[in-house]
């Protein structure tokens, strides 16, 4: 019943796409969970070297004959000045020495190896390939779609979806500012693209011919079903699979899911230079009142790294950084394939109601 032209396109029983999650939580144990119950699973591997991306890949194939996706992230430059990064890094020794971490004194390796991450999907020939953070060269695109990789692109305004439409995607994630984890935009500041789901679903929808696949704050049937009525063809969720069982964040990190609720995250660059939701902590807490300017994208993120994996070794969620959306109180521990089928189980029955929702 739930099957559409786009659940088609993708090969899939139901219009449900796992968020991929860089960072640990997306494991291929998780993505191979999600397209085994009929959805996509999806690996984000936007952190990952090409060799990585390569045996995740295989593990995944090793798991599910069924189709799945791998995410990248645009690469951007920074304009972020070595006397903002000398500042911040000074900034953040004495959490440095708070966790045993000697001081580091030179920035970690920043070299960008997107060219080298798509050969590898290219040469894997990966059933989907999506994105966020930008649009990649011409010559990407249209290579994905001659080997048979379907191409969606991450939209957080209309602007951002006519744009990725032209430039060829097949579909387009529409990620309202309910979602977890960072913030896609790429064509103005993401302080002025934080449009709700709800209103962004159906404007998207208006201004595109492709499929638009919903994301931020689905987490259960209903927003399934609400997210069709908007004109989604799909729905990606990331939240929901984060405490799953397959899920590979961090025990701390999931307790935190399962305890938090919807006024717990805010949007912050804290962690990474890059604005992006997640469960407040006292590490964003502290950063709102660094006199200085957080150095941009991806050189905070390298300059927090270590603070970030002491403190997960140290079960200390303050310093960690806990991606999240909006629907906490809806996230549960289970298997994914429960959370998927619960999912469906819940928009079957909606719409057999719908009737006497309207009627109500
Ligand atoms: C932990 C976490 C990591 C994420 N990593 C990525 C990523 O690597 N690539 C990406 O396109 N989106 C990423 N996202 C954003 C999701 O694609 C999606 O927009 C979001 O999860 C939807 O909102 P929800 O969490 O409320 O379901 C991430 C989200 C979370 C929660």
């Known amino acids: 019943m739930l099957q559409n032209l786009f659940t088609q396109m993708l090969d899939i029983r139901y219009p449900i796409l796992l968020a991929p999650m860089a960072g640990g939580p997306g494991t291929p144990e998780l993505v191979a969970a999600v397209s085994n119950a009929g959805g996509l699973g999806s690996l984000g591997a936007g952190y990952l070297t090409p060799e990585q991306i390569r045996s ?26 070595e006397a903002d990064i000398a500042e911040m890094n000074a900034y953040l020794n004495p959490y440095r020495s708070e966790l045993g971490l000697a001081p580091i004194k030179k920035l970690p390796d920043l070299r960008e190896t997107f060219a080298e991450q798509t050969q590898v999907l290219l040469e894997e020939k990966v059933p989907v390939f999506s994105f966020t953070f930008g649009i990649p060269a011409e010559a990407i695109i249209q290579a994905m ?30 990620q309202g500012s309910e979602a977890g984890g960072h913030r896609g935009t790429f064509l103005k500041r993401a302080n002025d693209a934080l449009i709700g789901t709800m209103a962004l679903v159906p404007q998207i929808s208006d201004y595109v011919s492709v499929p638009v696949i919903a994301s931020g704050g689905i987490m259960d049937g209903r927003g399934l ?20 069982n397959e899920s590979g964040a ?18 912050t ?3 990474s ?14 950063l709102r009142s660094y006199a200085g300017s957080i150095p941009d994208y991806p050189i905070q993120n390298a300059l927090t790294r270590d ?28 298997d994914a394939a429960a959370i998927v089928n619960q999912t469906i189980e819940q928009a079957e029955e909606l719409a057999k109601r719908m009737p006497s929702l309207i009627s109500r």
């Not at 001659?146 to 430039?167: F, N, R």
């Not at 961090?250 to 949007?267: C, F, W």
Request: charged share 20%; net charge positive.
């Open 56 to 81: 995740a890949i295989l593990d995944i194939r090793q798991r599910t004959d069924r189709p799945f996706g791998v995410n990248l992230f645009i690469p951007e430059q920074t304009t972020t000045s």
């Open 145 to 174: 779609k001659q080997s048979g990789t379907v191409v969606i692109g991450t939209a957080t305004t209309v602007d951002e979806a006519m744009q990725l439409e032209a430039a060829g995607v097949h579909a387009i994630v529409a």
């Open 225 to 244: 079903v609400a997210s069709l009525a908007l004109g989604a063809s799909a729905v990606q969720m990331g939240t929901a699979f984060l405490a799953s």
């Open 250 to 267: 961090h025990a701390v990190y999931k307790q935190k899911i399962l305890s938090s609720t919807e006024d717990s995250t805010e949007v």
């Open 269 to 271: 660059r804290a962690y």
């Open 273 to 286: 230079g890059k604005p992006a939701r997640g469960i407040r902590t006292a590490f964003m807490n502290e």
């Open 307 to 334: 603070i970030r994996q002491a403190a997960a070794k140290a079960n200390n969620p303050e310093y960690m950084s806990l991606w999240a959306g909006q629907g906490l109180r809806m996230a549960s521990g289970r």
